[in-house]
């Protein structure tokens, strides 16, 4: 039960090069969010999804676009990245929104170079 | 907005030693929620507390949440290696924002 799968996993590119994180999930959960994990700075919420269609920011969204077309996938793009984008992104999702668990996939390592 | 601290940022024990951390909201917060996350790995859900001065123990884990809704802590009793990890708190604000924000983590270390 693979739950929640993001892919790539380990991703290198170059400056300026648009990435697009892939985020997958079999639960059927209205929620979904996107992090960003850097060292002294915990998790910080880049966009969240109450449900397809809807689409918001969270604290960290400059630099990245979102969307969701179908309720089980919300892809991540970094339109051009930049070296402060390296990071470890991940998906998560919950069912009835924050205040419930959330569950997170495995992450995406990103090093813009 | 919403910020929690969390503290310390790293902390070394001795196997069989204890370990707290604490979490400390700028605002009073709906619930809170722990996590762990093991080197190498995703965030995996603990515990949430909802109510004032609640406590809930998981085996050797011991969580609070204060009687203000403001702080909450996780204290583990005779700590083991494979207690090793980061852990966070996450707290949701209370009124029509709702927001999860996480604290910053604490690392742990477990020596044998």
């Known amino acids: 039960d693979a739950g929640i799968t993001q892919s790539p996993r380990y991703k290198i590119t170059e400056t300026g090069r648009q990435v697009t994180l892939m985020c997958h999930q079999t639960w059927s959960h209205s929620y979904m969010f996107w992090y960003r994990q850097d060292l002294g700075h915990g998790l910080r919420l880049i966009y969240y999804s109450a449900a397809a269609d809807i689409t918001d920011k969270g604290e960290v969204p400059d630099g990245y676009v979102v969307s969701r077309s179908k309720t089980e996938n919300f892809p991540l793009t970094l339109e051009s990245a930049t070296r402060s984008q390296t990071s470890v992104y991940f998906c998560?999702?919950?069912?009835?929104?924050?205040?419930?668990?959330?569950?997170f996939g495995e992450g995406s390592w990103l090093t813009v170079v | 907005g919403q910020q929690v601290m969390q503290i310390p940022q790293y902390q070394h024990v001795q196997e069989g030693e204890d370990f707290t951390t604490y979490c400390n909201s700028s605002?009073?917060?709906?619930?809170i929620q722990w996590y762990k996350q093991r080197p190498g790995g995703h965030p995996v859900f603990l515990i949430q507390?909802?109510?004032?001065?609640e406590v809930k123990k998981q085996k050797r884990l011991t969580f609070q949440f204060g009687e203000a809704k403001k702080n909450s802590s996780l204290h583990i009793t005779a700590t083991q290696t494979t207690d090793v990890g980061t852990y966070f708190c996450a707290g949701l604000s209370s009124g029509s924002a709702r927001q999860l924000t996480f604290g910053s983590g604490t690392q742990l270390t477990v020596l044998p």
């Open positions: 998560a999702s919950t069912f009835g929104g924050s205040g419930n668990t959330i569950y």
């Open positions: 507390l909802v109510k004032s001065g």
């Open positions: 605002t009073t917060l709906s619930n």
